[in-house]
């Protein structure tokens, strides 16, 4: 049976919004950790097969096939593709899963993924609203489909939605979420102080930190804020951060490892994508773990670490409580709560991290998923080597 290895793995700091790298473009942002990643695999960039980078809201600096423009930024070999994916959130991960199972199939040896967002220049939902705008259209990519009316009606389609949803569903109380914001903090900024994000990250210009962990923050600070949504529980503390950056891995067969020396970080072990309710939305994660761990034969105790995108406190909190997982053992290093997502490079950016505290740990499986428009839900599920 064919192997997927993952043989380097890097990402930019993530930047605030308005932040260090909200001026960068968003190819440069690509074209940095590509530059970085081939650097790192010591590898001839001529043979790579293909670059399949996973960005949102392709429109401005971010259209025109990013991961193409990105390699090329990057002065990479013209002959060498790119294509950009666009499975919401989790656009990084699939980019991931893509290029696995590129290799897994025998077509292709070397390829590229990962995935890129300034937020800062092309907010979250802005191609949806453009869009939208010469139509008429007030409801984004929803707004007009007689199909979508007939099967989910004028249900409100929105991620804080789904979120307290999630929360009312669960009875995750705000006081809860807080206190598992806080310790995301906390997890964050210990990691950074222990220079546990050294391996992985790529500095670029005068950003060489994460500037998302708020080392002075605390419950009384997310007290005083106020819901997003009137009568609601999530407050922007409970919230992922509006965040820039970008990711990048190299996936290779065995017959790259051994033809161009390589040294795999982890073996991929398992790759899977779910979906569940478009309306609530982010809680596909739960399902989508249970079909994979089935699926691998495994159970949620076989996994050494995990890492859930924390895109709301309470995505992550009704994962916990339906998997049963060590809370001990998830998000070690802190989350978006406190890291910033970067949409389409997060979960190449989660994957990253993953790997490298697999390592420090000396873990032997990790687990990554994270919730995404439309009600889906990627899982992958790496082996150390």
């Known amino acids: 049976?064919?192997?997927?290895y993952v043989v380097a793995a890097v990402r930019t700091p993530v930047g605030r919004r308005g932040g260090g790298l909200s001026a960068v473009h968003p190819a440069d942002l690509g074209a940095h950790v590509l530059r970085a990643l081939m650097d790192r695999a010591g590898v001839d960039p001529a043979a790579v097969d293909d670059v399949v980078l996973g960005c949102l809201d392709a429109v401005g600096p971010q259209a025109g096939d990013i991961a193409r423009t990105s390699?090329?930024?990057?002065?990479?070999?013209?002959e060498v593709p790119g294509v950009t994916v666009d499975r919401q959130c989790g656009s990084g991960q699939q980019a991931?899963?893509?290029?696995?199972?590129?290799?897994?199939?025998?077509?292709?040896?070397?390829?590229?993924?990962?995935g890129v967002q300034n937020m800062s220049q092309v907010p979250i939902a802005f191609a949806a609203g453009r869009a939208a705008e010469p139509l008429g259209l007030t409801d984004g990519p929803y707004a007009g489909s007689r199909g979508w009316r007939a099967r989910y009606g004028d249900r409100v389609v929105s991620q804080f939605h789904g979120a307290e949803a999630i929360a009312a569903r669960w009875g995750i109380?705000?006081?809860?979420?807080?206190?598992?914001?806080?310790?995301s903090h906390r997890r964050a900024v210990r990691a950074a102080d222990e220079g546990r994000f050294a391996r992985e990250l790529v500095p670029l210009g005068e950003v060489t930190a994460d500037e998302g962990p708020r080392r002075d923050t605390s419950l009384e600070k997310m007290a005083a804020l106020r819901p997003v949504l009137p009568g609601g529980t999530l407050t922007a503390a409970l919230s992922s951060q509006v965040s820039d950056g970008a990711a990048a891995v190299?996936?290779?067969?065995?017959?790259?490892?051994r033809d161009h020396g390589l040294t795999p970080l982890a073996r991929v072990h398992h790759l899977?994508?779910?979906?569940?309710d478009p309306i609530r939305m982010l809680s596909a994660p739960i399902p989508a773990t249970a079909h994979a761990l089935k699926k691998a034969g495994m159970t949620i105790d076989d996994i050494d670490l995990v890492e859930i995108n924390e895109a709301f406190a309470s995505v992550v909190l009704a994962w916990l409580r339906e998997t049963g997982a060590d809370p001990a053992r998830v998000n070690v290093g802190g989350g978006a709560l406190a890291l910033g997502h970067p949409l389409g490079a997060t979960g190449a950016k989660l994957l990253t991290t993953l790997l490298y505290e697999l390592e420090r740990t000396g873990g032997r499986y990790g687990l990554q998923t994270m919730c995404e428009g439309g009600g889906q839900a990627n899982v992958t599920i790496v082996e150390r080597l």
Do not use: N
Request: zero cysteines; hydrophobic letters at 55%.
């Open 173 to 183: 109380t705000r006081a809860a979420m807080e206190e598992y914001a806080l310790a």
């Open 1 to 4: 049976m064919a192997e997927a």
């Open 272 to 276: 899977s994508v779910r979906g569940e």
């Open 250 to 257: 190299l996936v290779a067969s065995e017959r790259a490892v």
């Open 96 to 114: 991931v899963h893509f290029a696995a199972q590129a290799v897994l199939s025998g077509t292709q040896d070397l390829v590229v993924a990962g």
């Open 71 to 78: 390699w090329l930024a990057a002065g990479l070999p013209e």
